[in-house]
Every structure is written in C-alpha cells, then in structure tokens.
C-alpha cells in the first residue's frame, strides 16, 4: 500500500491511513506501507537547501530532502501501535533499497527483501520511506521527485506481493481530467503500456518510471482514493482502476474501447531553427548537444526544403527546458548553421491513447477531421502504436479535450 504526501499530510490524516493499513491486516493481508512526505515538505527542504548555497552537494541534499519520508514512516508507525497493530518502520538503508547512479536521481538496482517478509509473516505491518536508498558507497540517495510511486512498486516485486495499492487524492484513472470534461469515465481497468503513455502525455496520476518498472516486474497496480470515510468497504472492493498486463486484460474485459483516454500537457514549449541547412548531419548537430544536456526532445518536423539547400526545423522540449535549450542552440549556432531561433509557449500537446488502435484504422483521421471542425489549427504530430499526440495553441486546450472525448463516443451516458 503507498501513500503520497496529501494523505500524510498532519496527523489526522496519518491516523486515518493507519485505519486503512489495519483494515486491510485484520481482512487477512500481509502489508508493507510506503509513505511520501507530508504535502509541501519536500519543497522546503529543497528550498533549505538551496537557501544554504545554490550550487549544493548533491549528496548532502540527499540527506536533507530524505527526511521528510523518514518522519511520516515512523509516525504511521506509531499510530498503527497506537491502534493495536504490531508496527515498525524500515529506512531505505535497513531493508537496504540498494541504488545506483546519481544522487537526486538515483534508480532502484536490488532490493533485499528476506528480512521485511519474515517480519510480515509474523503479522508485522513494514512501514517504508519512498524516494530513499542507499547507494554502493553507504550513502542516502533520493529517486528523484515522485519517486515514492517507483519505490512501493519495487518493494511489491521484492515480496512478490498480490497487489500494489497506490492510494491518492484521486479515486482512479478516468478517460481524460474530470475538471475539463464533466462526463469523463473511471476506468475499471487499463494495460501498462496504455497507463504509461498516459502517464507520458501529461497525466498525472503515476509517476512514469513507477509503471514502467511495474510492467517489467509483472505488478499488479491499483488506483484508489485515500480520501474515503471511516466506515468505507475494504481497499478491495473500492472501485479503483487496476493496472495490468494485456494478457489479464483479454481475459476480463472483452468489449474494450478502441480507445483509452486523452490526455493533455500544456508544459511544453515550441522551438523553430530557421534556415538549417539541408545536408547530412545537421540535425545531429542540433539534438546532440539537447542529448548531452538529458534535455527531452518530443515532436520533431523537418519542413521541406528551400530552393538553397536550406530548412526550416521545429520541435518541442518541456516547457522548464526553454531557456536552458535556447542557450544550448546559441552556443551551438555556428555549428548547426541557423538563421533564427523562434521559441513559443503558447502551445498545448493533446494525445489520443489506447491499445485499440493497434488493430484499427482510422484513429488518426477521426482526431484531425474533430479537431478541424472545430477550427483547431495542428501545429505537429507525432505517434506511437498506440498513441496519436498533436500539438495545438494552449488557448485552445479543453475545447479540444472536449471535442475528442465526445468523438471517440467516451463521453458518461447519464443515468
């Protein structure tokens, strides 16, 4: 079971989980909890450390920004006790959550697990920090922001576990944002592979790397509400959204929508290099030094080319990525050869996913014919297999959310 920050935020709403936790012992589970910081801790701690010296060691902000885990974990603890539970928290360092690579942003390599399920088995509720572990040299690492998701889904592979609760202030995943579209759907179940685009394009439910790592550990992962009454049924009979394999999927769920969701980001800026020219090797000199910079390019188009062997070449970075892209390319013009650098961030990307469309045609031409009635200019598009992103101006966003949703016939029938 994971708990993010707004449910461990003061402890009221620590006792409340704790009553969770218990229900789901006393139905006869074994449980391992993972807990986020409370809302708002994370950021200021970050903000201590920044306060202390701009350029931080990244291993002491480890050390910082790990403690706001550390807190919430022992308090779930004692306010299981305080409920008859047997209770105990364990740090990243003492299962150990072994990691590798870079502090602020480490990833979960090995987790040794013997420990935490023989506890478990003698009826032992394991309360863990998220977003900590420790790295090859003894040292706390962080998962980067977000990270509690990825560590309750890498415990739940560690113990094998039946299931992964992830519970937060939303009560599943629903066919687009329920604030734009009124008549959006909650989703009974969706594939990894679907919850992971999903996830990419903006929705913000589960963290990216938490679904990818579930899908290649074979986790079954579930979307709840933490926010339910006292006297609310059993986790398991809660109508969430359960995340899993097509296989399961295929079993369980035979008249399937051809499509899943949509989704919307409007954090993402648009680049426009002008007058590249058109020779062999110009683009690497344009995304080579974006690569080095671990700066994420999406949508790409190469206009056709001009009468002098030149082109003009537009694609999208995250919207936070702007400035540090336009100084890269800068640095970088004489080598790529540009005329101008045109930025915009007045646009918005809107994505169409769903494991359907592998063995549909038509997808693509429905989204573009209900966006041009509508007089929704594209500027790009980029696909997958089972995803179709275009990007629009922002002003334009839930105008087209709604469009879509109602196109492809995902729109709630009331009751």
């Known amino acids: 079971m994971k708990f993010g920050g707004t449910s461990m935020a003061g402890t009221e709403r620590i006792r409340r989980v704790a009553r969770i936790v218990k229900r789901q012992q006393d139905a006869g589970h074994e449980v391992a909890v993972v807990v986020s910081a409370m809302a708002g801790e994370t950021d200021r701690l ?47 360092w003492q299962l150990p959550i072994n990691t590798v690579e870079a502090h ?42 977000g990270g509690s998701d990825t560590s309750a889904v890498a415990v739940a592979a560690a113990v094998k576990a039946d299931r992964c609760d992830i519970y937060t202030d939303v009560d599943g995943v629903y066919t687009t944002d329920p604030r734009i579209v009124t008549k959006a ?12 685009e999903l996830a990419s394009v903006g929705a913000k439910v589960l963290q990216t790397r938490s679904v990818g790592l579930a899908m290649k550990e074979g986790v079954r992962v579930q979307v709840l509400s933490s926010f339910i009454d006292d006297d609310a049924p059993a986790a398991d009979t809660i109508p969430g959204t359960m995340i899993v394999g097509d296989e399961e999927l295929e079993g369980m769920d035979m008249e399937r929508q051809l499509i899943t969701g949509i989704a919307h980001d409007k954090n993402e800026a648009k680049i426009t290099l002008t007058r590249v020219p058109d020779k062999p090797g110009a683009v690497a000199n344009i995304f080579g030094p974006l690569a080095d910079a671990a700066i994420n390019v999406d949508m790409i188009i190469q206009n056709v080319g001009r009468d002098k062997g030149e082109t003009d070449v537009t694609f999208t970075v995250p919207a936070a990525d702007l400035a540090r892209s336009m100084d ?3 640095s970088a013009k004489e080598a790529i050869g540009f005329n101008r650098i045109i930025p915009d961030t007045n646009v918005a990307k809107i994505s169409v996913v769903g494991v359907g469309m592998k063995s549909h045609a038509g997808v693509a031409s429905t989204m573009f014919k209900a966006l041009a009635d509508r007089g929704v200019n594209i500027v790009a598009i980029s696909t997958s297999e089972i995803k179709v992103s275009v990007l629009i101006e922002e002003d334009y966003t ?18």
């Open 398 to 415: 839930e105008l087209a959310v709604r469009v879509l949703h109602t196109a492809y016939g995902l729109d709630a029938v009331e009751a």
């Open 328 to 330: 890269l390319l800068e």
């Open 185 to 196: 759907r909650k989703l009974r179940h969706v594939t990894y592979e679907e919850m992971l």
């Open 104 to 145: 602020a942003k480490a990833r979960v390599d090995s987790i040794d697990a013997d420990a935490l399920i023989a506890e478990m088995q003698k009826g032992v509720i394991a309360v863990i920090p998220g977003f900590q572990g420790v790295s090859e040299k003894g040292r706390i690492t962080t998962l980067g922001r």
């Open 46 to 92: 970050v903000n201590f450390c920044r306060e202390a010296n701009p350029l931080y060691d990244p291993a002491e902000y480890d050390v910082v920004v790990a403690s706001g885990e550390q807190v919430t974990s022992g308090l779930l603890a004692i306010a299981l006790q305080a409920l008859g539970a047997q209770a105990r928290s364990w740090l990243g």
